[in-house]
């Protein structure tokens, strides 16, 4: 994406102050700290890019953001929390497809309505990667697809972030492209799947490459689900690479309570588009295996419709269900 020069940003700038919308946003400050709610648990590649927008949003904001861990139940608790919160804009969600694509499928029955939040700003995406445990020995996906169809009779394992979250969903997914059996092994949260493949207890996972970068090499990479390679990690081939069908990145995402005045909701945009955009941002996401995504908000409300949609689909032709 060519970004705007500093020049033509100097030059727009009296113009766009003078339209309604951005007056409107920019009349609207927050009078306390403001609670960025992450429905999962510490040390996850999404609590990681919350705790970095909070800071940058505490300078901008003129308030301080505090990162509010909530986990539970595939995001259930904290999303739940968020609903029930004031429309203030002083209690937003740092959340993903996870809560709010996937959880509407597999789930028949809510304690929240993930189409009543209102979308402030897209922030990052996930980028997944197959990783294995330290000891399993494949070197390539191709090895890892061989290994697990001749342990038909005693499967393989993989981890996941939670039941039908989409770790699991892109794992079942390649076991489908793939035509593979592979034991599902559910854990509360990221870290402590990671740990459980870090000490040889589960074979594989479907985690995100800002995870599995942060391991410092001690989970091997066998391949990215992107179209094209990944720049933190050139060297690892894509799964298409590698004859599995199979790409998909995760949104990472800020959203409001139900009602949010759409003033409040575009103040917040605003000043995260403003440090997402930025090459400083480019410099924490990319080593850390993510893409800055710097949608407009009308743009990001659009392409959430999309994916739900993308997701839906993938869930819906796995059969994955919670509560029947």
């Known amino acids: 994406m060519t970004m705007p020069s500093r020049r033509g940003l100097m030059l727009a700038a009296p113009a766009i102050a003078m339209l ?8 609207w400050a927050p009078t306390r ?27 901008r904001l003129g308030q301080p ?54 979308p402030v700003s897209a922030v990052a995406r996930l980028v997944f990667s197959l990783v294995t445990r330290p000891g399993l020995g494949p070197k390539t996906a191709q090895e890892f697809v061989a290994l697990a169809r001749s342990r038909a009779s005693n499967p ?61 090499g001690r989970l091997p990479i066998l391949g990215v689900a992107t179209a094209q390679r990944f720049s933190a990690i050139p060297q690892v081939p894509t799964l298409t ?11 990472l995402a800020i959203l409001a309570p139900p009602g949010t005045p759409a003033a409040i909701a575009e103040r917040i945009a605003q000043e995260t588009q403003a ?12 080593p850390n295996g993510l893409l800055a995504d710097t949608q407009d908000r009308a743009r ?15 869930v819906e032709r796995l059969g994955i269900k919670l509560d029947d």
């Not at 700290?33 to 300078?59: I, K, M, N, S």
């Open 20 to 27: 309604p919308g951005a007056a409107r946003a920019q009349a």
């Open 33 to 59: 700290p403001v609670r960025l709610v992450v429905a999962y648990p510490p040390g996850g590649a999404t609590d990681l890019v919350a705790r970095w927008v909070a800071r940058e949003l505490t300078t």
């Open 65 to 118: 953001a505090v990162v509010e861990n909530r986990p539970g139940a595939n995001g259930i608790l904290g999303s739940q929390a968020v609903q029930q919160a004031a429309p203030d804009g002083h209690t937003l969600i740092f959340t993903t497809a996870d809560t709010h694509s996937v959880n509407p499928v597999v789930y028949r029955r809510l304690p929240y309505q993930p189409q009543s939040f209102v």
């Open 156 to 216: 393989l394992t993989f981890a996941s972030w939670g039941i039908a979250s989409t770790s699991q969903v892109m794992m079942e997914t390649m076991k489908f492209e793939t035509r593979t059996e592979m034991q599902h092994i559910p854990f509360q949260g990221a870290a402590p799947a990671v740990q459980a493949l870090l000490g040889d207890q589960v074979d594989a996972m479907m985690l995100p490459v800002a995870v599995a970068i942060g391991q410092q």
């Open 241 to 251: 690479e590698q004859g599995i069908n199979l790409a998909g990145d995760l949104w």
């Open 275 to 286: 440090f997402v955009r930025t090459p400083a941002a480019l410099e924490f996401l990319t």
């Open 300 to 314: 990001f409300i659009s392409y959430l419709a999309e994916d739900d949609a993308v997701w839906r689909a993938r």
